[in-house]
């Protein structure tokens, strides 16, 4: 069954560390989207990718990047991260249209110390 | 993309119960999708509505759409411990971004 991995499932870092959590899906889903999911705050969308080489900005993209080199991945890094970045990381796939639904990874807590 | 509001922010019922949660948006739509995330976990796509549908069922599942009054309901029938999560939904105006509120919490006991 195709499915949307994401590794590690938890983690903890420092201050200042560059972190980089990956997701993997094998739907040959061609949009690609990373949430954080904060108390109060619901999901909101960082950066998304709608093919190859293709990259976007969502609403609270500060202090992260993406890059999608193929199909299967798209790696978030947080460059230099920041308290403010303890969150719940979700990666999500989609078809190419917008009445496909999304397919969710089961998460990455991170812990920022 | 827009937003969705849903209503009520927590709900509590016993097992065999009906539950109605709600989702109001403010601008014209393509279509509607709601989502369930049980604790832990990642969202699960539950159905999809689009514009031009009144009413929507998938086994236990019902939901309506009003584009008039902008708003859409989600029914669970005869609820099961099991239907406990996080439920939202997202409003899509054709793109392929979607917005996520902060969802209803469904507790039901057994």
């Known amino acids: 069954d195709a499915e949307i991995t994401q590794s590690p499932r938890h983690k903890i870092t420092e201050t200042g560390r560059q972190v980089t959590l990956a997701c993997h899906q094998t739907?040959?889903?061609?949009?690609m989207f990373w949430y954080r999911q904060d108390l109060g705050h619901g999901l909101r969308l960082i950066h998304y990718?709608?093919?190859?080489?293709?990259?976007n900005k969502g609403e609270v993209s500060d202090g992260y990047s993406v890059s999608r080199s193929n199909t299967e991945d798209l790696p978030l890094t947080l460059e230099s991260a920041a308290s403010s970045q303890t969150s719940v990381y979700f990666c999500?796939?989609?078809?190419?249209?917008?009445?496909?639904?999304?397919?969710f990874g089961d998460g990455t807590r991170l812990s920022i110390l | 993309s827009q937003q969705g509001e849903e209503d009520p922010q927590a709900l509590s019922i016993q097992e065999g119960e009906n539950a109605t949660m709600n989702c109001s948006y403010k601008t014209s739509i393509n279509n509607l999708q709601w989502y369930r995330q049980n604790s832990g976990r990642g969202l699960v796509h539950l159905i999809l509505?689009?514009?031009?549908?009144r009413e929507k069922h998938s086994g236990r599942l019902r939901v309506t759409l009003d584009t008039s009054k902008k708003s859409s309901s989600l029914l669970i029938t005869a609820s099961r411990a099991a239907d406990t999560a996080s439920y939202f939904c997202a409003p899509n105006s054709g793109y392929s971004t979607l917005t996520f509120g902060k969802g209803t919490m469904l507790l039901v006991s057994p």
């Open positions: 739907w040959n889903h061609n949009n």
């Open positions: 509505i689009r514009s031009n549908e």
């Open positions: 999500a796939s989609s078809a190419g249209h917008s009445n496909q639904p999304q397919h």
């Open positions: 990718s709608y093919g190859v080489q293709d990259t």
